[in-house]
């Protein structure tokens, strides 16, 4: 089994721009890879040296995809480090939130 594992051309160009792949862009080859796993773990030659270190270079590459979709997640979430941090607001209250499906 010959199995070649590439990067979308789409995020090499992205990143050659300064910008990151985007989410969708991740999850794309996310979901590529998966399915590259998935055929590779199913196909006859699983079992050879060959087939197991296909098996292994796929995992590697989608733990990578993985953590950058993670670090992508976390970016937008947290706070830059010298910004203030607020004082400890309590989180609303559910009985506060408003319906805009009503």
Same mark, same amino acid.
């Given at each position: ?5 590439? $990067?979308?051309?789409?995020? @090499?160009? #992205?990143? %050659? !721009? &300064?910008?990151? /792949? #985007?989410? @969708? #862009?991740?999850? @794309? +080859?996310?979901?590529?890879? =998966? =399915? +590259? ?8 030659? @699983? *079992? $050879? /040296? *060959?087939?197991? =270190?296909?098996?292994? %270079?796929?995992?590697?590459?989608? #733990? =990578?995809?993985? +953590? ?5 997640? &976390?970016? &937008?979430?947290?706070?830059? /480090?010298?910004? /203030?941090?607020?004082?400890? $607001?309590?989180?609303?209250?559910? &009985?506060?939130?408003?319906?805009? !499906?009503?």
């Amino acid at each position: 089994m010959s199995l070649a594992i590439t $990067t979308g051309a789409s995020s @090499a160009a #992205s990143a %050659a !721009y &300064g910008g990151g /792949p #985007s989410a @969708a #862009s991740l999850q @794309a +080859q996310l979901q590529r890879y =998966q =399915q +590259q796993l998935s055929d590779c773990v199913n196909c006859a030659s @699983a *079992k $050879t /040296p *060959k087939g197991k =270190q296909d098996i292994q %270079a796929i995992s590697a590459r989608i #733990s =990578q995809i993985e +953590q950058r979709i993670a670090q992508a997640d &976390g970016s &937008g979430a947290r706070a830059a /480090p010298d910004a /203030p941090q607020a004082a400890s $607001t309590p989180a609303p209250a559910s &009985g506060n939130l408003i319906d805009v !499906y009503a």
